[in-house]
Structures are given as structure tokens and as C-alpha cells.
């Protein structure tokens, strides 16, 4: 006599994706960072010295560490606007695109490329989002912004 397996209801939740599967290719998939918010280079940078002022000015313990140190040499060094006004009106420009992924907008932000085609080499993801003329249009004005 056989015996028909038994089923069971799933007892468990689905394991969530590895770490590490993440995509930023003509498909953007980011796994759990997909909606989060992103900064660009010089938001970033404005945010970590205003935290360090902020620290040193209340005599707080600002633990300078070697990280902290490399991390705003690095923002120092790759920043494209130095005035806060500017940063504020580059995230003005590009939160205007909804089309566009918070982490695209922020990857436009950083890179500061000249041409649609470069934006579109290193950031596949826009070709089927922005058209070039649009997106060249965003380039021009945030390039009118940049601190050289």
C-alpha cells in the first residue's frame, strides 16, 4: 500500500535575498536600499562637517577617527558644489525628475557628467527613463552650478 506525501502549510517566511545581489546595471535593483534615500558627494559632505562643527562647537566628543578623517578628505576631494546654496538647488533640479531613482538623481548629482550619452554609459539604468535632450538639459543646469 503506498501513501500519498503528506503536505505541510510553510511554516516559515521566505529568506530574504543574499546581500550582495544587488544590481546597478540597465536594471536597477538595489534589495533593501532600493527606496532609501540617497546623498549625493556634496550633500554628504555638507551633512558630515556640519556634524563635526556642530560636535566640536558643543566641545562634545567628536572621536575623530582615521575613518572620519579619510572619509571627509575623500568628500573634500570628489565634492562638484562647495556652497550649500548650490547643493541645495542641484537637489532642487534633480527631485524634479520622479521618474528617476533617488540613487540615479544621486549618481547624476555626483558625477556631474557633460553629456546625456556619458550620463547614460555610466548609469545604464536612465536610457529607457530620460530622453537625451531632457536629460542634457539637467546636465547644463547643474553644470551651471558646479564649483570648479
Known amino acids: 500500500m503506498s501513501r ?16 550582495g545581489q544587488e544590481r546597478a546595471d540597465h536594471i536597477l535593483d538595489l534589495g533593501e536600499f532600493q ?20 560636535r566640536r562647537g558643543d566641545r562634545k566628543n567628536v572621536n575623530e577617527t582615521e575613518m572620519l578623517t579619510q572619509t571627509l578628505n575623500y568628500l573634500d576631494a570628489f565634492s562638484r558644489f562647495r556652497q550649500k546654496e548650490n547643493v541645495e538647488a542641484v537637489e532642487r533640479l534633480l527631485s ?3 521618474q528617476l531613482a533617488k540613487f540615479e538623481r ?6 556631474c557628467c557633460e553629456t546625456a550619452e556619458e550620463a547614460k554609459t555610466l548609469i545604464p539604468s ?7 535632450e531632457e ?10 552650478l558646479q564649483s570648479r
Open 4 to 19: 500519498a506525501p503528506i503536505k505541510h502549510a510553510a511554516t516559515s517566511r521566505p529568506k530574504p535575498t543574499p546581500p
Open 35 to 54: 527606496n532609501v534615500d540617497t546623498l549625493t558627494l556634496s550633500e554628504a559632505s555638507l551633512v558630515i562637517n556640519a556634524l563635526v562643527a556642530k
Open 96 to 98: 524634479a525628475h520622479k
Open 106 to 111: 544621486a549618481q547624476l548629482g555626483s558625477l
Open 126 to 132: 536612465l536610457a529607457d527613463k530620460i530622453g537625451d
Open 135 to 144: 536629460l542634457q538639459e539637467l546636465l547644463d543646469e547643474i553644470s551651471k
